[in-house]
């Protein structure tokens, strides 16, 4: 696993990490594998419309990228069982997980989900403190709670965020929507999922080679460009 290294954002000239999520398909698996995302998601959440189980994930192809597990509100056994058969290297959390829940599935495999809206910087700095010692990433998106909403989250909070942890930004990002918010605030990495889908689970070759070059190409220099 890659180490993480906190601070305010990623370094000036390194391109955001990227991780596609709600991946579905091995042809979707195959083309992050040769565009060199680094990680690829895969939603554990039987409520989603991008379900797939662990069995249908350990049948996929490995490769180069970090595995990470989606969960909302699952039980421990079901998430350490899901990592053991799915092989995962992360496991992200999006329910509301307590800092014990977090340090028992082992706090260098945890993405830890924070939604900014509506919390006072003041709030949000104390999550950010609580959690910190327990996940070696953590995960903005926008909404209260819950899964990924597909919605740009509210950049305020973020613009000059000093996080302990490096961090992914989500929501509703992709070739359209990502030159602006990396404009905005300086993630170590981006989320992506529903803004290269032409269906629920079912990713846009275009879309996705896209997204790659942009970041690829200076992240937030590309502001204003046309892929």
């Known amino acids: ?14 391109p955001p990490l990227c991780k596609i999520c709600g991946l579905t398909r091995k042809e979707d698996v195959l083309l992050c594998h040769s565009l060199g995302v680094e990680f690829t998601g895969f939603i554990f959440a039987p409520r989603s419309p991008r379900f797939i189980s662990p069995e249908a994930v350990s049948s996929l192809p490995s490769g180069p990228a970090l595995r ?10 079901f998430i ?23 340090r028992a599935l082992g706090p260098e495999r ?4 924070i939604w900014p809206r509506g919390l006072t910087p003041r709030a949000l700095a104390l999550e950010l403190e609580r959690f910190s010692p327990v996940c070696a ?16 989250p509210d950049f305020g909070p973020l613009a000059k965020l000093i996080s302990p942890r490096p961090w992914f930004l989500a929501g509703g990002l992709g070739p359209e929507t990502l030159p602006a918010a990396l404009g905005l605030c300086s993630p170590d990495g981006v989320d992506c999922n529903s803004a290269l889908e032409t269906a629920p689970g079912i990713k846009d070759p275009a879309l996705t080679r896209r997204t790659l070059a942009l970041l690829r190409d200076g992240g937030a220099t590309a502001q204003g460009r046309k892929f």
């Open 1 to 14: 696993m890659p180490e993480p290294d906190g601070g305010a954002g990623r370094a000036e000239g390194r």
């Open 68 to 77: 990470v597990g989606v969960f909302a509100e699952a039980e421990l056994d």
């Open 80 to 102: 350490r069982e899901s990592a053991r058969v799915a092989k995962l290297d992360y496991i992200q959390l999006h329910g509301g997980e307590a800092p014990d829940f977090c």
């Open 110 to 113: 945890i993405i830890k989900v």
């Open 137 to 152: 990433y953590f995960l903005f998106d926008s909404g209260k709670s819950g899964g990924g909403s597909g919605k740009a």
